[in-house]
Nanobody, 124 residues
Framework: QVHLVESGGGLVQVGGSLRLSCAAS????????MGWFREAPGKEREVLAS???????IYGAAASGRFTISRDNAKDTLYLQMVDLNPEDTARYHC??????????????????WGQGTQVTVSS
């Protein structure tokens, strides 16, 4: 099992950028498929991106070409680079790990371990 802690959120103005990090503890990070998700009040959880064990990424529609997922297995860390942020990106962002697949997947059901999240607020 892997323990996940997100960081890097905060308050940013429209058009700004942020890089979120997800630090993993445990010895399985390099074998986990990882993903980024977000939740906004009154909305369903959105899948943003997933990355395979070997670093192959796929993106959900919500990523809208502005988000980039990456991982550093040597540092047990997952990243989400976000650019051109707008108020609709305001949400709590979570990383998650899958213990059951090694390929990238946008299916929430494959993710068993979740972090507490980091809040991103985009002000206009």
């Amino acid at each position: 099992q892997v323990h996940l802690v997100e960081s890097g959120g905060g308050l940013v103005q429209v058009g700004g950028s942020l890089r979120l990090s997800c630090a993993a503890s445990g010895r399985t990070f390099s074998t986990n498929t990882m993903g980024w998700f977000r939740e906004a009040p009154g909305k369903e959880r959105e899948v943003l991106a997933s990355i395979s064990q070997t670093g192959y990424p796929i993106y959900g529609a919500a990523a809208s070409g502005r988000f980039t997922i990456s991982r550093d297995n040597a540092k047990d860390t997952l990243y989400l680079q976000m650019v051109d942020l707008n108020p609709e990106d305001t949400a709590r962002y979570h990383c998650a790990a899958s213990n059951t697949v090694g390929y990238a997947t946008l299916d929430l059901l494959y993710y068993q371990n979740w972090g507490q999240g980091t809040q991103v607020t985009v002000s206009s």
